[in-house]
């Protein structure tokens, strides 16, 4: 699905991704994990098209995409979710949701006034599936609430759930469990797994919760200072030494080998 081949992204004299190359397999949820300041939100930022890379290339489904902006990424079936979620805080939940599709009737000045009957037709379209999604994500008890108000775990789910309403093919999730208690991070786990193995979604997630990684992902992917350092299940990720090490340097150990 995507396949980042050397790619560097320098700040000045500064090396955030330095000649990291890996490959997303299409179908997989894949867990990318590092200490602090790995280069793992660079990379992310990068595939997805938040900053352009120093060099280097990302490929999706064979296709050169690199620097491409993220809305021409968004159209392709590609979605990176942010670790602090952004909602509008002001739409309902439901409204959320519903203003993600692109090329609504409704956006038009003319089909205000000559398709009206149309722009109703795809609204309540938009909102059947809205709901649906929410159903999904059972979090259709929110669907009136505004999305200010949910918790920080709540509004993890509705960004996944933006990610359902245009049927994204991969989707890069940057610390979805960040803030999140364990009740609703098992929620967030579970709709993962569900939209991987029904829907055949592909994920990529960037997370510190060893746990949550275990259960989700396979490969396991490790960056250090910049670069790819290992790969492998979450067993063979715990048991290497380089693995071990890097984290020791950030008086890390536990979260490897707990």
């Known amino acids: 699905m995507i396949v980042v081949e050397d790619v560097h992204k320098h700040f000045g004299g500064f090396h955030a991704v330095d000649g990291s190359s890996l490959h997303i397999k299409e179908g997989s949820i894949t867990g990318l994990i590092g200490p602090n300041g790995a280069g793992k939100t ?5 595939v997805a098209g938040v900053l352009k890379p120093t060099s280097g290339k990302v490929l999706m489904q ?4 690199t620097g491409l902006p993220p809305h021409e ?4 079936g590609l979605l990176r979710t942010f670790q602090i979620a952004h909602e509008f805080s002001s739409m309902t939940v439901r409204e959320n949701l519903m203003m993600v599709p692109p090329g609504q009737s409704g956006e038009t000045l003319w089909n205000t006034w000559v398709g009206r009957a149309n722009i109703r037709r795809q609204e309540e379209e938009l909102r059947d ?3 649906g999604v929410l159903e999904f ?6 669907a ?18 933006r990610t359902m309403m245009v049927d994204a093919k991969v989707v ?5 469990g960040a803030g999140v208690n364990r009740t609703l991070l098992n929620t967030i786990g579970d709709a993962i797994l569900r939209l991987n193995q029904e829907r055949g ?4 997630m960037i997370e510190h919760d060893m746990d949550f990684i275990g259960r989700l992902c396979d490969p396991v992917i490790v960056m250090a200072e910049g670069r790819v350092l290992a790969e492998g299940t979450i067993d063979e990720i715990k048991a290497n030494e380089q693995v071990i090490e890097a984290y020791l340097g950030t008086g890390l150990k536990n979260k490897v080998t707990a």
């Open 73 to 76: 990424l968004f159209h392709k």
């Open 144 to 161: 009136d609430e505004k999305a200010g108000n949910l918790s920080g775990g709540q509004k993890k789910l509705l960004e996944l759930g």
């Open 172 to 176: 890069f999730l940057d610390e979805v």
């Open 137 to 142: 994500l059972t979090i259709d008890h929110l």
């Open 62 to 65: 064979g296709e050169d995409i």
């Open 129 to 131: 599936k809205a709901d």
């Open 42 to 46: 660079t990379l992310f930022n990068v």
């Open 201 to 204: 979604y592909t994920f990529c």
